[in-house]
């Protein structure tokens, strides 16, 4: 599941970043690193681009840009 | 007293960091009056270069550089901008770079001073935001952080000033006692940068306090920051601000947030129409006073006829839209240091996307009605190419400032009086050129393979700022030398034309007229003569072969002219009508004027009035969609690199234009509105 998957207020932990993805570069260097926490806290009003609370900062993103953060559930580890 | 000899080479310090880190905050507060832009050769970025303020006694130049994530390029344009950081074609190696990082936001502003620190640069790292940090009680050891770091590093804030001594010293200090270093640079990979940021946690680890750990001030947080510590994530640093986050569940809420996004523009149109109105009638009663003065001083003759009409009232068409530019930068300024522009754009990002454009596109589409000139610059944060040309090609249809007028004086003609309807039908405008600019950028996003032909990955990524009470003597400082760059600009392309209309309108002279008809009062016969120069004058010449392509719009040659005027600027189409209708110096004002000798005026030799309801309706028309500036048309071959773009510009808006004016004219006289 990636990050765009993710419903409004729900906390995840990045497992990994694809790569192949075009933004991929770009996601990184915005702080989405594995083994950081994030939360989706606020949606658009067409659900798109999120607003993910990330390493003490807000980032908003696009999911399409979303998509190549994959992530897990702290409940399902 | 700086050590520098008049042999050796100024030295250059280089201001880095990523955007919101408050590195143009620090620039204003140590940068001297003098700012210069600075272009890169053979590409669009723009630096400031200033010197120190004298009180600092640093004898360097400082240069500003547009806010990176990182130091691996993403679009051509951050390539330069980071070739440039590591040698300035102009001013060399910077001796000495200084990186801003937000400590809020620690983790992911140091990834940038790293990359600096590791390319081998002179660095100095300052510390901002520390008050926001603070409030989440932890703060940065700074001894320790430069330890590790192998550079200097301050805790400055410069939206608060104080200390800024010792970032002077510091600075002196290392420009003098830093060596130019060969600097490696590093072909920085995806692995790299999650290198680094595996190195930063560690870092974090050892350079963060937890205030109240040594204080013992508040127990109870204290105790529930160490268990979130002891939980691993979610640490207290690790939470955005709680006031962003209160307020943003208003401003990005799903309904409210684009009731209130609604609002805010509404409000922002509203205050640079309305409270802009009685400055401009100040400067334009000004400016007729100052004519009517040179006219009294100089008496009637040629002479004070080109100071009065061709320099003061060229002059004064371009001090009109200072009030309405400097309010429109001012607001535009206020909300981007309160934070609220980067919400605005994400919430516009959606719909846009759909028509091929991004969230980014909405900033410079807004400066668009302002003037397209520094709209189309600002579409430089736009990484993505084809977005970006997208939202230079569409610029031109939002209605700028200079339109303004020109509308103003054909619905005072259409609508006498009726300042409610006007107000009405110039808002309908504007939306109007907003929806169609709408419907283009559609279209050619669906052909964009004919017109753009490139496809590439479209993306948004963008950090929400912290909201922050705006810091106003900032805003006006950057309102003021934004409005200083339009004089520059404007001014002297307009004055020129101004005076180039004026000697076409007044030569050749052969209708000699009597300097002392005025004195005797027989103004209806200098009146006769003035109007029989016009009709042999060089601008009639060029008029008339005009004539033809504006008869089909009810209009005459000298419309045309002024049609022409306009390329220089659009404003100036006002004053060439009151050129070429010769409009009567007087106490009314003088647009009033222009209006009673409008209705008068007749199509040469068939007697049929030339401006009537159908044709001011056409001309208005004409107006919204033309691409008539020939700044805009520079300024857009620059910024894209490419003849086609403003030539395709040009064929579609000037041609829909003419072809939506002849609608537009014949359509009302069929149903009997003449």
């Not at chain 2, 703060?139 to 770091?149: A, C, F, G, V, Y």
């Not at chain 2, 504006?550 to 002024?562: A, F, I, K, N, Q």
């Amino acid at each position: 599941m990636t990050v765009a998957d993710l419903n409004f207020g729900q906390t995840a932990v990045i497992k990994n970043i694809d790569l192949k993805h075009p933004s991929s570069c770009r996601v990184i260097e915005y702080g989405f690193t594995p083994g950081q926490e994030l939360q989706v806290v606020n949606k658009s009003i067409f659900n798109d681009p999120l607003s993910v609370s990330l390493r003490g900062a807000l980032i908003a993103i696009r999911k399409h840009d979303a998509r190549c953060i994959e992530v897990i559930i702290p409940d399902e580890l | 007293m700086n050590s520098d000899t008049v042999t050796e080479r100024k030295k250059l310090i280089t201001l880095v960091g990523p955007p919101n880190s408050g590195k143009t905050t620090l620039f204003n507060l140590l940068s001297g009056k003098k700012h210069k832009t600075v272009n890169y050769p053979g590409a669009t970025i723009e630096y400031s270069v200033s010197g120190f303020l004298e009180q600092y006694g640093i004898s360097a130049y400082l240069m500003d550089s547009p806010g990176i994530v990182s130091l691996i390029p993403v679009s051509p344009d951050e390539k330069v901008t980071i070739d440039s950081l590591y040698t300035h074609p102009d001013y060399g190696k910077p001796d000495l770079v200084i990186v801003t990082v937000d400590t809020s936001q620690f983790s992911r502003h140091l990834l940038l001073a790293k990359q600096i620190i590791d390319s081998g640069f002179n660095t100095v790292v300052v510390l901002t935001m520390n008050d926001l940090l603070e409030e989440k009680n932890f703060t940065i050891d700074e001894t320790e952080l430069s330890r590790s770091l192998g550079c200097n590093v301050i805790k400055f804030d410069p939206r608060k000033p104080d200390g800024v001594d010792t970032l002077i010293n510091m600075l002196k200090h290392d420009l003098n006692a830093g060596q130019l270093k060969t600097q490696n640079r590093k072909n920085h990979t995806e692995e790299d940068v999650l290198c680094i940021y595996r190195e930063i946690e560690e870092l974090e680890k050892k350079v963060l306090r937890d205030l109240n750990n040594s204080s013992e001030n508040n127990p109870h947080i204290a105790k529930a920051n160490r268990e979130l510590v002891i939980a691993g994530h979610g640490a207290g640093i690790k939470i955005p601000d709680s006031l962003t986050l209160k307020i943003d569940s208003v401003l990005l809420h799903k309904f409210w947030g684009i009731f209130i996004f609604i609002l805010i523009m509404a409000l922002m149109f509203a205050s640079i129409f309305w409270i802009a109105s009685p400055a401009m009638d100040l400067i334009d009663t000004g400016i007729h006073n100052f004519e009517n003065f040179v006219n009294e001083g100089l008496g009637d003759n040629w002479f004070s006829d080109l100071l009065s009409q061709g320099i003061i009232g060229g002059l004064g068409v371009v001090l009109v839209f200072l009030p309405q530019i400097v309010i429109l930068f001012f607001v535009l300024g206020m909300l981007e240091d309160s934070g609220y522009l980067a919400r605005g754009a994400m919430i516009i990002d959606k719909p846009l996307s759909l028509l091929g454009l991004n969230g980014r596109s909405f900033v410079p589409m807004l400066s668009g009605f302002a003037c397209a000139i520094p709209a189309i610059m600002a579409a430089r944060t736009i990484q993505n190419k084809r977005e970006r040309i997208l939202t230079i090609f569409i610029i031109p249809l939002m209605s700028c400032s200079a339109r303004l007028p020109v509308y103003g004086l054909l619905l005072a003609f259409l609508f006498p009086g009726k300042y409610f309807l006007s107000g009405l039908i110039l808002a309908l405008i504007y939306v109007v050129g907003v929806i169609i600019s709408l419907i283009v950028a559609g279209i050619i996003n669906r052909y964009k393979r004919t017109f753009l032909n490139f496809e590439d990955n479209s993306s948004f990524i963008m950090e929400l700022p912290v909201y922050r009470v705006p810091k106003v003597s900032n805003v006006l400082k950057n309102t003021y030398s934004n409005a200083v760059q339009y004089l520059q600009k404007a001014g002297p392309t307009i004055v020129i034309f101004s005076l180039m209309l004026w000697l076409l309108t007044n030569f050749p002279a052969d209708v000699k007229t009597n300097p002392d008809d005025v004195s005797n009062g027989d103004s209806v016969a200098v009146q006769l003569s003035e109007s029989e120069r016009i009709s042999n004058s060089y601008a009639a010449d060029i008029g008339k072969v005009m004539e033809p392509v504006m008869r089909p719009l009810g209009l005459d040659w000298r419309v045309g002219v002024s049609l022409i005027a306009t390329f220089a600027a659009r404003e100036v189409f006002v004053s060439s009508l009151a050129l070429m209708f010769k409009v009567t110096e007087s106490d009314e004002n003088m647009s009033r004027s222009l209006i009673n000798e409008m209705k008068n005026a007749k199509i040469n030799g068939t007697g049929q009035n030339l401006f009537t309801t159908a044709t001011a309706a056409g001309l208005i028309v004409f107006f919204m969609l033309a691409l008539q500036c020939i700044s805009t048309i520079a300024i857009t071959k620059k910024e894209t690199g490419v003849w086609r773009i403003p030539v395709l510009q040009i064929i579609i808006y000037t041609g829909s234009a003419y072809l939506l004016t002849f609608l537009t004219v014949n359509g009302l006289r069929f149903f009997g509105i003449n």
